[in-house]
């Protein structure tokens, strides 16, 4: 009870910082189907009385196997921006914590940058999530409530709130990069340091303004992470010489993170954490195994521990852009194509092996499908990113 009555306060907090931003909730607060306007924008709020309890691995799955569609289930609030200037700014911010950046950022800095810091980011990201995606289903805190929160995003809003694994993510990109980094290029400390410090903020302050999360996930996301990087600081050498360890590597790389997927906690609802926090385990799994088959058969050039001295950072010229955006753009197209390839493959030989129709999209959800379609498919995406792309861009004249 002092639970909720804490969580019920923070969420004021929430809702006056949103109000101060000029991000209200629209006079006709009833149900409504349907906001359009770039000022009636919509967002769902969260009812939980209702959903089915659940008991043991897989609960709140009827007969057949499929978990109920137990998205929560509430009306259409709508809303009104009176500032379009945070609107923009903690929208965008709000897109630097999700998906769409990371899979374009790490491989960015893979191909263009340094993969030494690529995979210190990677490995790094892929444990902060994990461990804040398991502490919600642990934990179990709720997300703000609304009203009196206004809610902007909808995909993620049956997962639970406590931390904030967008404010973990984010500060531990910008950590691990400033703090990898600095021993091998030359930059004003205090800038790094200031970009990292704002990165993590705008990040955070976004999943109050979206109304996903209380002040209290964010600080508590940020505290976690930070212990974190502090406890795991020593170890990231080791990090730097797996491409170089035991031939058993690449079957301890994917077994343990597949079975830790398998074995993710049951949730009382269906969300899509434990469809996200297999696909972060299986793109780092991939990532792993890359650098391992790079290494074992000298196929690319592998990433150098240290620089024999620190670097200044080049001038970013037409020249470098134009090498870069292709890089990129092949990388990516590459990757897409594999995903979409391995997808479809691994969904046709389960639905096949376990007797589903192949139009049942419901049948996804199901976790003897979802965790190792996710996980073949996220575990190809890695080792294409971090072995195949190097190898066409050598073929294409790239490197």
């Known amino acids: 009870m002092a639970e909720l009555l804490w969580s019920l306060q923070d969420s004021q907090l929430v809702a006056r910082f949103q109000r101060r931003c000029g991000l209200f909730p629209a006079p006709d607060e009833g149900p409504s189907e349907n906001g359009a306007g770039p000022t009636d924008r919509e967002a769902r709020t969260p009812g939980l009385g209702h959903l089915p309890a659940a008991k043991g691995k897989g609960a709140g799955e009827p007969a057949n196997g499929l978990r109920r569609l137990a998205a929560p289930q509430a009306y259409v609030e709508k809303y009104v921006v009176k500032n379009y200037f945070y609107y923009y700014l903690f929208r965008f911010s709000a897109a630097l914590g999700q998906e769409v950046f990371y899979i374009t950022f790490l491989p960015f800095t893979h191909w263009n940058i340094d993969p030494y810091l690529s995979r210190r980011l990677t490995i790094i990201w892929v444990l902060v999530m994990y461990i804040g995606q398991v502490t919600k289903e642990i934990l179990k805190w709720p997300r703000p409530f609304s009203p009196p929160v206004v809610k902007l995003e909808k995909r993620v809003i049956a997962e639970y709130g406590m931390p904030s694994t967008h404010a973990m993510a984010a500060t531990a990109i910008s950590f691990t990069l400033l703090i990898s980094s600095m021993d091998r290029y030359q930059y004003p400390f205090v800038l790094g340091l200031m970009m990292a410090v704002v990165f993590s903020t705008l990040v955070g302050l976004s999943r109050l303004y979206t109304g996903m999360h209380t002040v209290l996930d964010v ?64 793109a780092g799994a991939g990532v792993t195994i890359g650098f391992w088959i790079n290494h074992f058969f000298q196929l690319v050039s592998e990433p150098t521990e240290s620089l024999p001295v620190i670097q200044n950072i080049p001038p970013l010229t037409t020249e470098l852009l134009a090498v ?11 990757i897409l194509l594999v995903r979409q390839l391995v997808q479809k493959l691994s ?6 092996w376990f007797k589903v129709v192949t139009r049942n999209k419901e049948a996804r959800r199901r976790l003897e499908i979802e965790v190792p379609y996710k996980f073949v498919t996220y575990t190809s995406v890695g080792i294409c990113a971090t072995t195949f792309v190097p190898m066409l861009h050598r073929f294409l004249g790239l490197l």
Not at 347 to 352: A, R
Request: charged share 10%; hydrophobic share 50%.
């Open 219 to 282: 600080l508590g996301g940020i505290l976690i992470t930070a212990i974190l990087i502090v406890l795991t600081y020593p170890a990231w050498t080791l990090i730097d010489r797996l491409d170089s360890a035991s031939p058993l590597l690449p079957v301890c790389v994917l077994v343990v993170p597949f079975l830790l997927c398998y074995n993710y906690p049951a949730s009382d609802y269906y969300s899509p954490a434990r469809a996200d926090t297999t696909t972060i385990l299986a």
């Open 324 to 334: 870069g955006l292709a890089k990129f753009t092949v990388g990516i197209v590459l």
């Open 347 to 352: 969904l046709q030989v389960l639905y096949s």
